[in-house]
């Protein structure tokens, strides 16, 4: 509980300056402490590490925390988690998007569930308050894409597969008839 709490202050503090893409350029933060929950409320995890893990699966990749940093903070196992969590940036964007899909199947079994959770909450964003410079192309496209990523999370957590069937049915839908 209180490791938990220090994590949402710490990833709090690293994200102070991000907003994500919405219309009304919500806080970053929001987001992971969306995926957090999400992890908690439906898929009933409540493995503190995933938890924290979560409420950091950001930061190394979109500002400058360094795994060595979590490591300290949080310990290893956070750490590792929220590596399997992070695209390396010195890659292009199509290529990090094509690894995503590759390397699904061999992540951890609570690096899938927290990825899980990540995408759900990203393309429930893209239906109920998508970033404000997104044609209808562009948010059909990251559902068809996160379709496929998701596959390859599959069989970890059967109450985050249900959601995620969900909400990528409901997109996919109004998608197609558009
Ligand atoms: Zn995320």
């Known amino acids: 509980m209180k490791s938990l709490l220090k994590a949402a202050r710490f990833a709090a503090e690293k994200h102070s300056t991000q907003k ?32 924290i893990a979560a409420l950091l699966h950001d930061t190394v990749e979109d500002t400058q925390t360094t795994r060595e940093e979590i490591a300290d903070h949080f310990g290893e196992t ?16 199509a290529e990090r998007k094509r690894l995503q899909i590759v390397n699904a199947p061999k992540k951890s079994d609570e690096a899938k569930m927290i990825k899980l ?18 044609d209808t192309k562009r948010q059909r496209e990251y559902f068809e894409w996160a379709r496929q990523v998701c596959d390859g999370l599959k069989g970890v957590n059967a109450a ?18 558009q």
């Not at 409320?41 to 493995?47: L, S, Y």
């Not at 985050?160 to 109004?174: F, I, M, S, W």
Request: hydrophobic residues 35%; negative net charge; glycine residues 4%.
């Open 117 to 134: 959770a990540d995408k759900t909450c990203n393309l429930r964003s893209i239906l109920t308050d998508p970033p404000k410079d997104w």
């Open 160 to 177: 985050l597969e249900a959601e995620l069937d969900t909400v990528l049915k409901e997109g996919l839908n109004r998608f197609r008839t």
């Open 20 to 51: 994500r893409k919405n219309v009304a350029g919500s806080p970053y933060i929001n987001h992971p402490l969306e995926v957090a929950d999400h992890l908690a409320t439906v898929g009933q995890v409540t493995d503190e590490d995933i938890l």
């Open 78 to 93: 956070v750490a590792s988690l929220v590596m399997e969590c992070t695209d390396d940036k010195s890659l292009e964007k």
